[in-house]
């Protein structure tokens, strides 16, 4: 049975990270990680700032090789990143133990990353391999995929249960009952992580009951 793990790391732990000296008020949220040969590919929500001044602040960074905005939506701008492949960081741990991403979003603050593995030796082969490399991350929890009543949707508990509570607080009431942050300070949130759990969530469930498979 897949296992979700959830865990925190300091803001500048690896090139994402450094955007935030300059550019604090920012929000990276990862999008998906693509594997090519030596190197980990990740594509990247940034809000909170304009283009140009997103792009000068990773290229800023040494070990950013390539960086390509790919679309925008508004204020947010999804990026494409590839950085030095001898640079050795969460993402690279992350890839090695063949451990997906399901949120990764960063601020000034830190990181708050949920990820599934196929089993829990995979979580015991990233935590390692983050000790022998010096890479700090706090695990605030480890847990079981949950199926919601008995149907494949895959829901982890985290996602199932901020879906639950935004419901129950009228967050999808017209007009809204309960605001982003109502719900976030409930659960002991960011609005950031929040936000990523019911996107996410919402995706899940329209892929398994809506979607053509």
């Not at 190197?39 to 000068?56: K, N």
């Not at 030796?121 to 000790?131: H, K, L, P």
Request: net charge negative; hydrophobic share 40%; proline share 4%.
């Amino acid at each position: 049975m897949s296992t979700v793990m959830e865990f925190t790391s300091p803001a500048d732990e690896f090139p994402l990270g450094t955007v935030f000296e300059n550019l604090p008020s920012v929000t990276v949220e990862l999008e998906r990680l693509i594997p090519h040969e030596t190197l980990v590919i990740p594509y990247f929500w940034v809000r909170g700032a304009e283009a140009e001044d997103i792009e000068a602040a990773f290229e800023a960074h040494a070990g950013v090789v390539n960086l390509e905005l790919i679309d925008s939506v508004d204020d947010e701008y999804l990026m494409r990143a590839e950085w030095e492949g001898e640079y050795y960081g969460i993402l690279t741990a992350l890839a090695e133990s063949n451990i997906s991403v399901l949120s990764g979003v960063g601020t000034k603050d830190g990181w708050n990353f949920e990820v599934r593995a196929e089993d829990r030796s995979a979580v015991s082969e990233f935590r390692t391999d983050c000790q022998a490399h010096g890479i700090p991350i706090e695990i605030t929890g480890v847990h079981q995929l949950l199926a919601v009543h008995g149907d494949d949707y895959e829901l982890t508990d985290t996602q199932r249960e901020a879906l639950v509570l935004a419901y129950e607080r009228g967050y999808f009431d017209s007009p809204r009952e309960a605001s982003l942050e109502d719900v976030a300070a409930e659960l002991g949130i960011t609005q950031q992580s929040l936000s990523s759990r019911l996107r996410r969530g919402h995706r899940r469930l329209i892929a398994e009951t809506l979607a053509d498979p």
